[in-house]
């Protein structure tokens, strides 16, 4: 089973950046695939906008963020990192990581919250023009 907690989130300006943290507590092979989504407003959907693969660092964007969010993972710390530059104020959302053990097709799979069994509670941004 897998934990995981996110930080960082908070209030920006308009093209600044923030860090998110998302610190994993549980076992390794239940996070093989991860990934951050957001939900904006009041909606209940989740967009997947950052995945990695934990053993090759494989790594996919949305193109909403692509050139401006980095996704990493510091194995040593347990914690994938979105790290999150020249934000917008349609940036702000309820920021979440996510894990999966296995992802058959990650490639066109990534970005769908069902492929994935692990949440954290979320973190919001809130970006100000």
């Known amino acids: 089973d897998v934990q995981l907690v996110e930080s960082g989130g908070g209030t920006v300006q308009a093209g600044g950046s923030l860090e998110l943290s998302c610190r994993v507590f549980?076992?390794?092979?239940?996070?093989?695939?991860m990934g951050w989504f957001r939900r904006q407003g009041s909606g209940n959907e989740r967009e997947g906008i950052a995945?990695?693969?934990?053993?090759?660092?494989?790594?996919f964007y949305a193109n909403s963020v692509k050139g401006r969010f980095t996704v990493s993972l510091d194995n040593a710390k347990n914690t994938l990192f979105l790290r999150m530059k020249s934000l917008k104020p349609e940036d702000s959302a309820v920021y979440y990581c996510?894990?999966?053990?296995?992802?058959?097709?990650?490639?066109?799979?990534?970005?769908?919250?069902?492929?994935?069994?692990?949440w954290g509670q979320g973190t919001q941004v809130s970006v100000s023009s």
């Open positions: 996510a894990a999966v053990g296995t992802m058959w097709g990650y490639e066109t799979q990534w970005y769908r919250p069902d492929a994935y069994d692990y």
């Open positions: 549980g076992d390794t092979y239940s996070r093989n695939f």
């Open positions: 995945a990695l693969v934990t053993d090759t660092g494989f790594t």
